[in-house]
């Protein structure tokens, strides 16, 4: 069982970079691939990026690949998304997850552990 708890969303304009933050306490954080998911009112929460346990193997959702990039750093607990050229579609709630499965698992359904969330607002 994890505890997650994500920081560093806010307000960002059109092209700007944000890195937003998710820190783990709990067991075991290593056996766990790492996600990031996002969801505005509209739409279903949707798959961002996941991260194996050691870091080695990452996978995106086409919408963000070669714009973020999601770390991890198993001595502090943290799971990191970096993005850059942020756009306005961009802008969501985005939650931190876990699971037991590999990187390619992008049904949030599959994602047992999840954190708060924290907004990200693209916006001029």
């Known amino acids: 069982q994890l505890q997650l708890v994500e920081s560093g969303g806010g307000l960002v304009q059109p092209g700007d970079s944000l890195t937003i933050s998710c820190k783990a306490s709990g067991r075991n954080f290593i056996g766990y691939t790492m996600g990031w998911f996002r969801q505005t009112p509209e739409k279903e929460r949707e798959f961002v990026g996941a991260?194996?346990?050691?870091?080695?193997?990452?996978n995106y959702a086409e919408s963000v690949k070669g714009r973020f990039t999601i770390s991890r750093d198993n001595a502090k607990n943290m799971v990191y998304l970096q993005m850059s050229g942020l756009k306005t579609e961009d802008t969501s709630v985005y939650y931190c997850?876990?699971?037991?499965?590999?990187?390619?698992?992008?049904?949030?359904?599959?994602?047992?552990?999840w954190g708060q969330g924290t907004q990200v607002t693209v916006s001029q």
């Open positions: 997850a876990g699971t037991a499965l590999g990187v390619s698992t992008t049904r949030a359904s599959l994602w047992p552990q």
């Open positions: 991260i194996t346990w050691n870091g080695a193997t990452t």
